[in-house]
C-alpha cells in the first residue's frame, strides 16, 4: 500500500497579491480555509521581519479558524520565537531569512549556529510546538538538526527544481540522489523528513516519490494555479498527484 504524503499549502503569495495594492483582498483567511476544506493537511506561512505579505492578524486568525495543522516559518528570532509562543501553531519550520531575497535562498545553517538553534528548539518545543529546521540535504546539517533537538527537517528542493526548470536531466538526477540519500539519513538520525521549494505539479512526483519523505510544502504553484483554476481544485489536484 502506498504511503499517504500530507501537503501543507503555503499562503503567502495571496498576500503579496493583496499587499500590492495595500487592500483587504485577496485575503490569505479566506484562501487557508479554502484549501483546508479542499483537504490540505497543513497551511504554511512565514511571517517575516518586513511583513512583506502575512502578518500576525493572517497567522492569529487562520489558526483560530482552520481545523488543519498550521506551520509557521520563521527565522530564528527572538520576535519571531515570541510570536510563536503566543499564538502556538501546531508546526514551526525554522528557516533563514534576508530581507533582501525574494524568497528563501537555500537552507538554515544549523552547524554554523547550533547553540542559538538549540535554545530556539528547546523554548518552542516546551511550549508543545513541533519544531522542523528547513535544512539544505547534507549530511552535517542533517546530524546537527538531530544533535540540536528538532522533531523534523524539510530539505531544501531549490537545487532539483532549478534544474528540472532548465531541463538538466543529469543534474536533475543528481540533485534527486542528493535528496534521497538526505532523507534516508534523517530518517536514520530518528527525524521526521519533510521537503519543499520550487516544487510544481510538473517537478513534485519524484520528490513524492522518495519512501522517507512524509509531507510536502509548496506554495507559488499552488497560488498560481488557484488564481487560474480557483484555489480548490489547485489543492485537490496536488494531493491527487503526490498520492497516486
Request: charged content about 35%; hydrophobic content about 40%.
Amino acid at each position: 500500500m502506498k504511503k499517504r504524503i500530507r501537503l501543507g499549502v503555503n499562503i503567502d503569495h495571496v498576500a503579496t497579491v493583496r499587499n500590492a495594492r495595500r487592500t483587504f483582498e485577496p485575503d490569505p483567511v479566506h484562501a487557508a480555509v479554502i484549501a483546508d476544506l479542499a483537504g490540505a493537511d497543513q497551511i504554511t506561512l512565514h511571517v517575516r521581519e518586513d511583513r512583506r505579505h502575512v502578518n500576525e492578524r493572517d497567522l492569529k486568525l487562520i489558526k483560530e479558524v482552520i481545523h488543519s495543522r498550521v506551520n509557521l516559518e520563521m527565522a530564528v528570532t527572538e520576535e519571531m520565537i515570541n510570536i510563536a509562543l503566543e499564538v502556538k501553531p501546531h508546526q514551526v519550520t525554522l528557516v533563514p531569512e534576508r530581507r533582501e531575497e525574494i524568497t528563501t535562498e537555500g537552507g538554515l545553517d544549523v552547524v554554523g549556529q547550533k547553540e542559538k538553534i538549540r535554545e530556539a528548539v528547546k523554548r518552542l518545543k516546551e511550549a508543545g510546538i513541533v519544531v522542523n529546521l528547513f535544512i539544505d540535504p547534507e549530511e552535517e546539517q542533517l546530524k546537527a538538526a538531530a544533535e540540536v533537538g528538532a522533531d523534523a527537517v524539510e530539505l531544501h528542493t531549490g537545487r532539483y527544481a532549478e534544474a528540472f526548470a532548465e531541463k538538466n536531466e543529469k543534474l536533475v538526477e543528481e540533485e534527486l540522489e542528493r535528496l534521497r540519500k538526505a532523507a534516508k539519513l534523517g530518517k536514520e538520525l530518528g527525524l521526521k523528513v519533510y521537503a519543499g521549494h520550487g516544487l510544481t505539479y510538473k517537478n513534485v512526483k519524484p520528490i513524492a516519490e522518495i519512501p522517507e519523505i512524509e509531507e510536502l510544502n509548496i506554495g507559488h504553484s499552488i497560488v498560481a494555479n488557484a488564481i487560474l483554476k480557483g484555489m480548490k481544485e489547485a489543492v485537490q489536484e496536488m494531493i491527487r498527484l503526490i498520492n497516486s
